[in-house]
């Protein structure tokens, strides 16, 4: 069975998360309706399950997410291909035209270290493409680039989980404009710096 985010049978899990985690920040910057991408830093395994929470609990929607792992087989989610990465793109793209929301971590993988690792274009592509906000988010949490770190650094890292949620940021004056490398890069260090300042981890591209 496929369980979709905003489903009652996740309730113990949101009240076990909003337990362990801080007050969230920023909530009331979420669309209540409509297509938007979020995008978030990574810090570990249980990132998604921290954003999770308080994103579903404010707008009571279902978001999708691009997952390497068998989460897309239990949540609905959108499996990386790897073999044709693009493709993963577009099939994120077909959900914004459904006006559902897509959640996006820019950087890749989990990155633990105290600066932000360089965003990857994805996301600009998609908002471009797909004339939508992006939602920046800065996320703390139990930190560690593999499962294993994260579960080491579980109990001293989850109770100072928290997301801080900044305004949602339109590209509307590049709509018209040709998605060039440099663009892409343009709008991500855009994307990026505002994830910065809410994560408070330096971007140094």
């Known amino acids: 069975m496929t ?8 309730s113990p899990l949101y009240l076990i998360v ?4 801080r007050q969230p920040v920023g909530c009331e910057n979420l669309p209540k309706d409509g297509a938007f991408i979020i995008a978030c830093n990574h810090v570990g395994y249980f990132d998604q399950y921290i954003m999770i929470t308080p994103i579903v609990k404010t707008i009571s929607r279902h978001f999708y ?5 068998g989460n897309y087989k239990i949540f609905e989610a959108v499996p990386i291909d790897t073999e044709n990465p693009s493709r993963s793109l577009e099939n ?10 897509v959640a996006i971590f820019p950087e ?5 270290k105290k600066e ?18 992006v939602v920046p988010v800065g996320l703390d949490g139990p930190h560690g680039s593999t499962v294993k770190e994260s579960f080491k650094d579980f109990f001293k890292g989850v109770s100072r989980a ?7 940021i339109l590209f509307e004056k590049y709509y018209n404009q040709e998605i060039t490398k440099e663009l892409l890069e343009i709008v991500t260090g855009d994307i990026m710096k505002e994830i910065s300042r809410l994560s408070g981890k330096q971007y140094p591209y």
């Not at 909003?18 to 985690?21: E, T």
């Open 3 to 10: 369980i979709r985010l905003n489903s009652w049978i996740l």
């Open 18 to 21: 909003r337990i362990l985690s």
């Open 65 to 69: 997410f691009l997952s390497k792992t």
């Open 92 to 101: 994120l793209g077909e959900v914004l035209k459904k006006g559902e929301v």
């Open 108 to 112: 890749g993988k989990a990155n633990p």
């Open 116 to 133: 932000l690792a360089k965003g990857k274009t994805g996301v600009a592509r998609l908002a471009l493409i797909n004339k939508v906000p």
């Open 162 to 168: 928290q997301i801080k949620v900044g305004k949602p």
